[in-house]
C-alpha cells in the first residue's frame, strides 16, 4: 500500500534540538590548528549558532511540503519517496538515490528541469530520514536495488532509468544488474574505478594521476569510514545524543567534498543535517557502509558518467569500460561530490542528454 505522507516534525523536538545547542559543551583546541586536527571549532560555533538562533526548520519543512511525499512499506521496511509526475503521461521515468551523508534534498534543484521530460521517483534510503531507522541485518546495496525495483513496480512503472552519486550510484547500477529488463539505462556521477594491473592498458598520464589518487585513499581510509564500516553502532551513540557531534561529522563532509566555486550554503546543508539528527538516523544510515556488500551480478545496460572535477575521485575511462557499456561520458569543468547539490542545473542536462539519447 502506498500513502501519502506529510512533514510535521513535533515542536517538543525542535525545543529540544535547542536546548541541546544552547548546552553544547565544547572541547578546547589548539592554536592556529586550522583544519589539522578536524573540522575548526570557529566554523563549528558558527554553524552550530545559526543552527540554534537564525536556521528556520519550519519554513523549510513547508516548502518540502510542497513535494507529492509518499511511503510504502517493502520488505517490512518503510520506504519514504517524493513522486512528481511529468505534464507528459508518456514520459520516461527516473529513479534518483542519494548517499551518505546526503538525503532526498540532494535533488531539489533538479526537479523542476528534470520534471518536463521524466517522471521522478526519489526515495529515502532505508536508514535514512523519513523511512527511518532499520531494524535487521543486511540492507545492502543489492537489496535497496531490489527494493527500488519493486517500488517502481507498484507504482506502474515497466520501463526506467536510474541515476545516483555516491552510495545512489552503487545502488543505481545494482538496480541495472538485477532488473536489466526494466532499466533503460544509468546514469552516475559517481564511478569509482580501481587500479587494475591486469587489464594491461596504456593510460594517459592524466588517468595515472587520477589512478594514485585512488591509491592514496586506499591506503588511508578516511576515519569517518573507518569507523561506520567498522562500529557504526558506536559512533552512533554520539551522533545521536549530540546534535553538535550530528552537525561536525556531516558538515566536514561537505567542507571536503564540495568544489570552493560551488559550495553548498549553509541553509541547505543544516535541513540535511536537521534531518540526520530530527530522524534519529545516525547510526542506521552508517550501517550501509557496514552492510553494503557486493552486487553478485553484473551491470549490463546502458551506462552515462559525468566525471566531477573536485570529487573524492575522477574515474578512469578505460578502466571503467572494461565493466560497464558505456554509452556516455562527461567532464564537468567545476563541480564535486554533492552534484546534485553544487551544480543541478550542469548534472540536470547531462541527465537528460544521457536519457533521451538511448530512448532515441
Known sequence: MIKPFHIDIP?????????????????????????????????????????????DWRAHEAELNKLPHFTTEI?????????????????????????????????????EPLARDFHLVIPSIPGYGFSGPTHERDWSVERIARAWAELMRRLGYERYGAQGGDFGSGISTALGAVAPEHVVGVHVNYLPTRP???????????????????????????PY???????????GYALTDSPVGQLAWIAERFAQWTD??????????LTDVSLYWLT??????????????KVNLPCRVPLGVAVLPCDITQSVRPLAERLFDIRHWSEFDRGGHFAAMEVPDLLAADVKDFFLGIAE
Not at 570552493?260 to 546543508?269: A, E, G, S
Open 75 to 111: 520488505e517490512g521496511q518503510n520506504v519514504h519517496f517524493v513522486h512528481v509526475r511529468s505534464e507528459n503521461p508518456d514520459a520516461l521515468a527516473l529513479v534518483l538515490t542519494h548517499g551518505w551523508p546526503g538525503s532526498f534534498l540532494e535533488f531539489l534543484g533538479m526537479i
Open 280 to 293: 534519529a538516523t545516525a547510526a542506521s544510515s552508517a550501517r550501509l557502509h557496514h552492510d553494503a556488500g
Open 196 to 222: 587494475d594491473p591486469e587489464a594491461g592498458l596504456e593510460l594517459s598520464e592524466e588517468d595515472e594521476s587520477r589512478l594514485d589518487k585512488v591509491r592514496q585513499l586506499m591506503a588511508n581510509r578516511p
Open 260 to 269: 570552493p566555486r560551488t559550495p553548498v550554503d549553509d541553509d541547505r546543508m
Open 225 to 235: 569510514q573507518a569507523l561506520q564500516v567498522a562500529t557504526p553502532q558506536t559512533i
Open 11 to 55: 515542536q517538543a523536538d525542535l525545543d529540544d534540538l535547542a536546548d541541546r545547542l544552547a548546552r553544547t559543551r565544547w572541547p578546547n583546541e589548539v592554536a592556529d590548528a586550522g583544519s589539522d586536527y578536524g573540522f575548526p571549532l570557529a566554523r563549528l560555533r558558527e554553524l552550530a549558532e545559526y543552527w540554534r538562533t537564525g536556521y
